[in-house]
T-cell receptor
């Protein structure tokens, strides 16, 4: 499968615990995005990477959230001291980037986080 | 100004009917408007997209109509099928921004009755 993959697909945790999600983009894509989707809403932008550089963060990304993309390949999103309000689907997307002339973002299946 | 509004929230259509979903935006810097389809438990998948230099784009049973002056665009699904039952999201992006991140509407849950 050459699409975007995310792991785990589901995560249940207790309030106050730390969680980490992984995203593997399509191999030739140099841009990687993280979005958050709550029930009944559209995805909301969190942050994006151009290769290994994190170039933009949304104000939704509090200090408890950190994302990395070492070597410009896979990315991780960590949430520290989880709160019940963090319960959501976390979506990863990748794209070829501006130079390609295309704008399509390819989404992974998401990681559903439930904070008890 | 970053918001994208979408209506209706839910839609029920008979098989063979036309499904119409409407979106509106405020930010005139937006210049790329995709529609995504999402099935339960899956990530969104691109259905069709349009740039503001055209007023209509058709791909199979799916058509986007775009009204630049009104800052509105809509998705028409012709000959709707039960397999089209999903949640549809419109989105907008400013491709001149380096990030090009999408702003999504809240979604429309479409049910096509057999």
């Amino acid at each position: 499968d050459t699409g975007v993959s995310q792991d785990p697909r589901h995560k249940i945790t207790k309030r106050g615990q730390n969680v980490t999600f992984r995203c593997d983009p399509i191999s030739e894509h140099n841009r990687l995005y993280w979005y958050r989707q709550t029930l009944g809403q559209g995805p909301e932008f969190l942050t994006y990477f151009q290769n290994e550089a994190q170039l933009e963060k949304s104000r939704l990304l509090s200090d408890r959230f950190s994302a990395e993309r070492p070597k410009g390949s896979f990315s991780t999103l960590e949430i520290q001291r989880t709160e019940q309000g963090d319960s959501a689907m976390y979506l990863c997307a990748s794209s070829l980037g501006r130079a390609s002339g295309t704008h399509e973002q390819f989404f992974g299946p998401g990681t559903r986080l439930t904070v008890l | 100004q970053q918001q994208v509004k979408q209506s209706p929230q839910s839609l029920i259509v008979q098989k063979g009917g036309i499904s119409i979903i409407n979106c509106a935006y405020e930010n005139t810097a937006f210049d790329y408007f995709p529609w995504y389809q999402q099935f339960p438990g899956k990530g969104p998948a691109l259905l069709i997209a349009i740039r503001p230099d055209v007023s209509e784009k058709k791909e199979g049973r799916f058509t986007i109509s775009f009204n630049k002056s009104a800052k509105q665009f809509s998705l028409h699904i012709m000959d709707s099928q039960p397999g089209d039952s999903a949640t549809y999201f419109c989105a907008a992006s400013n491709t001149r921004n380096y990030g090009q991140n999408f702003v999504f509407g809240p979604g429309t849950r479409l049910s096509v009755l057999p």
